[in-house]
């Protein structure tokens, strides 16, 4: 049938035309593009305010079947693109998929948050699964398998693991939501035995992150949600040295990669923090403020959740004095920390709409 033939013949010759190649906004600011929009993802932006999570995790039963079942998690981490249409997707998991890898116990507690078994002494760390750490996690790759296909081409997939400093705080502390005392006590007990601690989920951190990206994440963020508490005097010790550590292995396996470092509440820290572990581009919390970050690295935040939470007008004010103070510089849009669970999704929608209407100069 002569129709048919014309068509088939129309479309090897498209196929065999160099495709048009299509950029993705929010990896060209990590690279540090200025660009007349700012791309924008939010922490946390899959997860408990969004009623399609709620039907899914009530669904799996618990958070790690769903962090373990690379279809649910992926389909989790679509979630907020096809309501928001987000310029990233991030890689729904969690930073405790790390030491529960290594084999130590690890439990979501319902309204009480993740509790692990402590690990008695530093040295325990030693003698943690290692040969089964990546068989373990080997549904996380997959997830980032299947959202490399299902992503549009213009989206950019983040992969993430916790810094080793905020690991820490979890193997030795076993639970969250405080200060995290037991750690901190340990640190300062014994310096050089915490030094070879971090030192060891550095290793390991960089092994899970340099593996996400050869399975396809665009770019990966560090979180060190607890930086804040590390004392001013240390801060070179826990948080710069062992992200060092694992941003130079990360460089040698990919070294086109942006890496985001996110060190919450690191205060005058946040300068030395960027230039001496190399990072691409630096999160910031709402207390930082982005005029007197360093100029040249990307940025990213800086909207406290709350104003995000409360919406309306107090919400539109707090997104546009950030997008004003990024002026002429790198930048992504996001939250200074993660979406709160009670935020109504339509705040989120008129927060990426007001965000993707605002023409920056360029
Ligand atoms: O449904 C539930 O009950 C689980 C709630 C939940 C969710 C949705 C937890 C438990 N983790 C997550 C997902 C998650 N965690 C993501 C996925 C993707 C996304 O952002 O959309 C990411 C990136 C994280 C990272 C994470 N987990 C951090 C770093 C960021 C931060 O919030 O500071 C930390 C500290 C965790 C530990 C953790 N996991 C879950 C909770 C409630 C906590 C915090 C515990 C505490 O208060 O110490």
């Known amino acids: 049938m002569p129709y048919k033939e014309t068509m088939q013949t129309k479309v090897a010759h498209s196929q065999t035309m160099t495709p048009a190649v299509i950029e993705k906004p929010m990896l060209e600011a990590l690279k540090g593009r200025v660009a007349p929009r700012a791309p924008i993802w939010l922490m946390r932006q899959a997860g408990r305010y969004l009623p399609e999570y709620c039907a899914l995790r009530a669904e799996a039963g618990s958070f790690l079947n769903l962090c373990y079942n690379p279809s649910m998690a992926a389909e989790i981490t679509l979630q907020p693109l096809r309501r928001y249409d987000f310029d990233a997707a991030i890689l729904f998991s969690d930073i405790l998929v790390i030491p529960h890898a290594l084999g130590q116990g690890l439990a979501f507690v319902e309204g009480e948050g993740p509790q692990l078994p402590p690990l008695e002494k530093l040295s325990d760390i030693e003698n943690l699964d290692m040969a089964g750490f990546e068989q373990k996690l080997a549904p996380v790759y997959e997830t980032i398998q299947i959202l490399k296909r299902e992503l549009a081409a213009d989206k950019t997939l983040i992969g993430f693991a916790g810094a080793p400093w905020t690991i820490a705080c979890y193997m030795l502390h076993g639970r969250g939501g405080g200060t995290f005392d037991r750690t901190r006590q340990m640190a300062a007990a014994d310096p050089a035995g915490f030094q070879t601690f971090l030192m060891h989920i550095a290793d390991v951190t960089a092994r899970y992150l340099v593996s996400q990206i050869k399975n396809g994440a665009d770019t990966v963020q560090l979180f060190d949600s607890w930086a804040g508490l590390v004392p001013d005097s240390d801060f070179e010790s826990h948080i710069i040295a062992p992200t060092k550590h694992i941003i130079d292995k990360i460089r040698a396996a990919a070294p086109d990669v942006p890496i985001i470092g996110f060190p919450r509440q690191a ?36 909207l406290d959740p709350e104003k995000l939470l409360a919406g309306g007008d ?11 103070a990024a002026e002429g510089r790198p930048f992504v849009f996001n939250l200074g920390h993660g979406v709160i669970k009670e935020t109504p999704p339509e705040h989120v929608a008129e927060l990426a709409a007001l965000v993707r209407s605002y023409t920056r100069t360029v």
Do not use: V, W
């Open 267 to 302: 205060g005058k820290h946040y300068a030395a923090y960027a230039h001496e572990t190399g990072i691409s581009a630096l999160g910031l919390d709402p207390q930082a403020d982005i005029q007197s970050m360093p100029k040249n690295i990307c940025l990213q935040g800086n």
């Open 314 to 324: 107090t919400m539109r004010r707090a997104a546009l004095d950030i997008l004003q």
